[in-house]
């Protein structure tokens, strides 16, 4: 596998209620991460048995160095990793009530993004890898550049995210699966996913494009799987929620990894929806899924009375 995304400094700090301007709140709580999209991506499939490189950008810092190293610590290989010279890594802060409501602050400037040329430079890793997925939060040179060698190779693609409208039609025609959350959903499809038959429609459309697998959050909660020749709405797992930062990360990683694994669009689904489940119970978005925390969350979950699916203890990934 390999993932096209962002690298982050996750600083997460955890209130009991964001104060307003002139205010003062005590932090509870606070954990530094290795995080971005790209990062918790990596480390969730990972954590799911998969081996995985990361294509992202650090700066030559000390910042930098100590996320390398966690890489390194996590399994995944960093060697398509870019040092920038002379800049900042990336940060993000994650103000987290007691709610479990997120605010984020992110110093995320342009050269910690990847450009064409970064992507280029792991052009062999792309090509020989069976599974390319791609944050679409990066500039579109290089989504295009990694989309299009992956594709050109045979590689299997996921799209996390909506791609830019310019290009919309022909990075939907190179993809084999295409996630989206809820707002990205409604800027994917140009219309609100209200409820489960609108998700299923847009997704239908989607299929048409190019995608034989596609994933979408709904307003309503839960999320609609589109395959061809079948469907599935799965809702959220009732599970106490901390930070549902990195849930989306970890659903994508389970995705691809599921899929990977030769698993039924009705098992990979499952395993989506088990992996988000378990990053929501802790603050920040790193994934830490465990055979026995996705076996305690498949438990969980209830499928609809009228879908033809196996039972969730089926869906295993070991």
Known sequence: MVVVGQIARD???VVDEVPGPGGTAGVRRRRELLGGKGANQAVALAQLG???GLVGVVGEDEVGERLLD???RDGIDDSLVVRRSGEVTGLIVDVVEGTGRWRYLEDLPGPMLLSEADVAAAADRLRAAQWV???L???SAAVRAAVTLARDAGVRVALDGVPEEEHREELLAAADVVRADAKEAELLVGARLEGVEAAVRAGR???RCGPSLVALA????GNVFVWTGGHLALPLIETPVKDTTGAGDAFTAALVAGLARGFSPEQTAFLAVAAAATTVGHPGGRPELTSQGLHDMLERVESPPDAEVPHAKSAQWT
């Open 11 to 13: 600083l997460v700090l």
């Open 205 to 207: 459309e989607l299929l």
């Open 70 to 72: 966690q890489i390194r």
């Open 133 to 135: 997925s791609v944050q």
């Open 50 to 52: 998969m081996s995985v």
């Open 137 to 139: 939060q990066q500039p």
């Open 218 to 221: 709904v307003e309503s909660g």
